[in-house]
């Protein structure tokens, strides 16, 4: 009687252990769910800070570290926004002398299509021409009107700034202190796994820091090719264009849309429809060419991870995360692949350990003294 009530103890005991478990496991993912948000500033952040500190320690080898910390950031977050001072107002002003034009064009379309037969039947059965003339005569107007879309989205632009000057925070404060604290934690490390988790964290910083090199090397060949088709197709600020897709090719999965989106509106205007057509078909081959054979040979001797693995990588990450998931797929692969082999390799050498102690055998007992005559 007293073992069975005993059995039933530890089985209502095992019972609340494994609720307790899941319980626990169940809150863990509700709070980071909660906190995605801060997590992936976070995550954010430090992949910024890896990054920018190859830029700051060649600075700090000719000024004080607080000074190369400040000039690197601050050359990082200046340029974006030299690069939108260059460009916005030309296209803001291109944008105004198109939509004062269009009425001259939609009268030359008209007199196109009464100078032809077919035209000028479909016209009158159609109304076209009309309609034309009338979206012509609104749209100055509409361009008039885009303070109210721009008022629209500010509060999203406030936002976004908001959490950019976060992450560029958390960022320097990480470029900063970052070393230290990593040494703090290997101090507190047993003697004989210091040394190997030191070695994985300089692995995956270098990783990471290969990964923005080749990132670099990827959008400079887009920026060349750019500026050459550019230049052929006769496009004002080639130059100030390609620099667009140089930062735009920076942002996985969607940054190079965008940015020739952007380089297709310039040319609507400049160069419509031959130069807009050929930028479209071009840009199109561009990207498919970029995403299946140069983004993955030069990630691939980077970061020394496969052109399938690296693929697959930034489609799961950018499915599941968006933008920041493609942005840190590459790196987060190939510290995966690290971490992986070095406890590979430790639990190799601890495999080989017992090998060599279970073939050394029991020490040989100690030789026993001949006893002495009596």
């Known amino acids: 009687?007293?073992?069975?009530?005993?059995?039933?103890?530890?089985?209502?005991?095992?019972i609340l252990r494994t609720v307790l478990v899941v319980l626990v496991v169940v809150l863990t993912v509700y709070i980071i769910y909660l906190l995605r948000k801060p997590i992936a500033w976070l995550v954010i952040a430090g992949f910024i800070a890896v990054a920018m500190s190859g830029p700051v320690a060649l600075l700090s080898r000719r000024m004080p570290r607080g000074l190369a910390i400040a000039t690197a950031y601050g050359s990082l977050i200046a340029i974006p926004i030299l690069l939108a001072a260059l460009l916005i107002p030309p296209l803001v002003g291109q944008a105004e002398e198109l939509a004062n034009d269009v009425p001259t064009y939609v009268a030359d379309v008209k007199e196109f299509v009464n100078d032809n037969d077919t035209l000028r039947g479909l016209n009158e059965d159609y109304d076209i021409v009309g309609k034309l003339e009338e979206e012509a005569a609104k749209l100055p107007g509409q361009i008039g009107n885009a303070t109210e879309i721009l008022g629209d989205i500010g509060v999203g632009l406030v936002n976004s700034i908001f959490a950019l000057v976060t992450i560029m925070i958390l960022s320097i404060f990480m470029v900063a202190s970052g070393r230290r604290w990593i040494e703090r934690f290997l101090a507190a490390q047993d003697e004989q796994h210091a040394p190997r988790l030191r070695r994985a964290f300089d692995s995956i910083g270098n990783a990471i820091g290969n990964y923005v090199g080749g990132a670099m090397i990827q959008a400079t060949l887009a920026g060349v090719f750019a500026f050459i088709m550019l230049t052929i197709l006769g496009a004002p600020f080639a130059g100030a264009l390609a620099l667009v897709v140089f930062f735009g090719d920076l942002?996985?999965?969607?940054?190079?849309?965008?940015?020739?989106?952007?380089?297709?509106?310039?040319m609507l205007f400049v160069n419509f429809p031959v130069g807009l057509i050929v930028w479209i078909v071009y840009a199109i081959a561009y990207q498919q060419i970029e995403n299946y054979v140069i983004q993955p040979q030069i990630q691939r001797r980077a970061v020394s991870v496969e052109p399938m693995v690296i693929l697959i990588a930034v489609l799961f990450g950018a499915t599941l995360f968006g933008v920041p998931g493609a942005l840190l797929a590459i790196p987060t692969a190939a510290s995966l692949q690290i971490a992986?082999?070095?406890?590979?390799?430790?639990?190799?050498?601890?495999?080989?350990?017992?090998?060599?102690?279970?073939?050394?055998?029991?020490?040989?007992?100690?030789?026993?003294?001949?006893?002495?005559?009596?």
């Open 340 to 374: 992986m082999r070095e406890y590979r390799d430790y639990r190799r050498s601890l495999a080989e350990g017992d090998d060599q102690a279970e073939s050394d055998g029991p020490a040989p007992p100690p030789p026993q003294s001949a006893p002495e005559p009596a």
């Open 251 to 266: 942002i996985p999965v969607v940054g190079a849309t965008i940015a020739a989106f952007l380089v297709g509106i310039v």
């Open 1 to 14: 009687m007293m073992a069975t009530l005993s059995q039933v103890d530890l089985s209502v005991r095992a």
